[in-house]
């Protein structure tokens, strides 16, 4: 058994300017956890799942996504889970929140070990630094990023399914929400 996530990767050039953020907290606080996945807003967190089975579960993806239409993204400021992730926030959005409902509901319907993990409110974020250790180091960013401006959007064509190769996430495949 293997793991996945399914998630809204960022795209250029936001994705550069999260990976700039990503890459240089890495370097302060020396741990490049956060950089073992391309910048993404996660939409289902990691569960176990048989590869035998992804046919299946390409075919409901594929079934829940062509029936939704492509979306804006807006981004704006920073916030935090205190005291151990840092994120940009995701401006209110219907539509993500209806995708999440219909992947959650869909799946975990056909395939219960999705839902091995409690579901939790979901709060749609960019995570830029996660994992910090020391509450002072947590304090420090927090107090430079939350004076930074931040602001950015993006359409959203695809879900992409994610892979834990052991090292890092790699994208499964994408499925494609319906044309217009």
């Known amino acids: 058994m293997k793991l996945y996530y399914l998630a809204i990767l960022v795209p250029e050039p936001v994705r550069t300017a999260i990976l700039t953020m990503q890459q240089d907290i890495a370097r302060m606080l020396g741990d490049e956890g956060v950089l073992r996945s391309p910048p993404h807003i996660t939409l289902l967190a990691p569960f176990p799942f048989e590869e035998e089975l992804l046919p299946q579960l390409s075919q409901e993806l594929e079934k829940i996504c062509t029936s939704f239409r492509p979306f804006s993204i807006v981004l704006s400021g920073y916030d935090a889970f205190p005291s151990h992730t840092v994120f940009v926030r ?65 359409a959203v064509p695809e879900l992409s399914l994610m892979r834990w190769d052991g090292e890092s996430w790699e994208v499964v495949r994408g499925f494609g929400f319906k044309s217009a």
Do not use: D
């Open 90 to 154: 995701v401006l209110q959005n219907r539509s993500l929140r209806v995708l999440e409902h219909m992947l959650w509901s869909g799946l975990t319907t056909h395939y219960p070990m999705v839902a091995w993990k409690t579901r939790v409110r979901f709060h749609p974020h960019v995570t830029i630094a996660t994992k910090i250790a020391q509450e002072q180091t947590y304090f420090s960013l927090m107090k430079a990023f939350g004076e930074k401006p931040y602001h950015a959007s993006f």
